[in-house]
Nanobody, 113 residues
Framework: VQLQASGGGSVLVGDSLRLSCAVS????????VGWFRQAPGKDPELVAR??????TYADSVKGRFTISKDNAKNTVYLQMNRLKPEDTAVYYC?????????GGQGTLVTVSS
């Protein structure tokens, strides 16, 4: 499985941004997929994950971020609303399956006031 994240950028506090993750490989619909982020000097944080059609979120983003899968496009999205400076990080998409865990290059999100 190969994953490529995109959609990052520099935005202002309160803005919205949507990240995309193009996934190549077999059985996309059966994959568990999610988004991690890593801010400078901080540990990686699992922001959101979707298992089947059931999403889970870190407390830090609950109510502001939405993860979704488009099985027709083999793409995972992370809609980020009401962005805060503490959301600044490199965001990575990852997948989990019986074959193992896969990840790809991240996309940088910078939120400034």
């Amino acid at each position: 499985v190969q994953l490529q994240a995109s959609g990052g950028g520099s935005v202002l506090v309160g803005d919205s941004l949507r990240l995309s993750c193009a996934v190549s490989g077999p059985d996309f619909s059966s994959l568990v997929v999610g988004w991690f982020r890593q801010a400078p000097g901080k540990d990686p944080e699992l922001v959101a994950r979707i298992v089947g059609n059931v999403p889970t979120y870190a407390d830090s983003v609950k109510g502001r971020f939405t993860i979704s899968k488009d099985n027709a496009k083999n793409t995972v999205y992370l809609q980020m609303n009401r962005l805060k400076p503490e959301d600044t990080a490199v965001y990575y998409c990852m997948s989990w399956s019986a074959s193992g865990t896969s990840g790809g290059q991240g996309t940088l999100v910078t939120v400034s006031s």
